[in-house]
């Protein structure tokens, strides 16, 4: 939404969110300039939070600077996380030596602002695996947005305590190793997002909160009508003792049930603000 092909229909855009029964989202900052249209958005508009940081093509652009500009913004009303951060080697439009620094500074900034981070990684999981483990123990809470990785590098983000995002790739037909890995996400760690306006079109609109509504019914689809199951994403539920007990398969309504009920638990004992939400 901070997007500036949305600002002359934005209005319409929240209205159309709000009819499709989205109640909250999360923009993702990836520059100074858009964080600060995303703290601006926060404050206008009541069901708008936001993510403020330094995407990987943009490292080369860090200063001292930019770290007290982004401290600060963490304190502003709805400004819930740092990001996006990460690793990003598919394209390589900053320096990886350089985009490695600036994401560890930023994993420090959140650890000491206490907010989650929102993650990007794309062609790099190795190496930001290998950042993680280095400060396990020192990290922020996070989400791992548009997850991409295996299902190997997904048991390693669960472990470290992080939750994985999935986008409108998973619904696509050769995204197999994808779909293994949101098959094999436990329920109370998955989330959904649009992550536009990037990666996804609903008929060639640009991707605005309504469309999560879509990849949900898509992964639905998957379930009721795709017989392989390399290809359901099929949400899973721990059982038995806690972290060393077996997944067992469960219903989507069942996941979503779940995660609404943990949710409002939360919310009902610490409050909403207190809880960061990253609701996408």
Partial sequence: LENEGFQNDL????????????????????????????VALAKEHEGVYGAVGVHPHEAKTWTDETEAELEGMLTQPRVVAVGEI??????????RDQQREVLIKQLALARRMNVPAVFHVRDAHGDMLEVL????????????????????????????????????????????????????CPADRLLVETDGKCVYRVKGDPEHPVTRGFVCRKMQHYERTVHSPRRIPTPLRRVGEKGKGE??????????????????????????????????
């Avoid at 923009?27 to 858009?34: I, M, R, V």
């Fill in 133 to 184: 483990r280095e400060r396990r123990g020192e990290l922020p809470a996070g989400v791992m947005h548009c997850y991409s990785g295996s299902v190997e590098s997904a048991k390693e983000y669960l472990d470290l305590g992080f939750y994985l995002s999935f986008a409108g790739p998973v619904t696509f037909k050769n995204a197999h190793k994808l779909q293994e890995a949101a098959r094999f």
């Fill in 247 to 280: 997944f067992v398969p469960i219903s989507w309504e069942e996941a979503v049930d779940e995660i609404t009920t943990r949710w409002k638990a939360l919310i009902a004992a610490y409050g909403a603000d207190t809880m960061r939400l990253y609701i996408m």
């Fill in 11 to 38: 209005p319409e855009v929240m209205q159309r969110m709000e009819q499709a029964g989205v109640r909250r989202c999360v923009l993702g900052g990836s520059d100074l300039e858009t964080s600060r249209r995303i």
């Fill in 86 to 95: 990460g690793l990003d080697y598919f394209y390589d439009l900053s320096p």
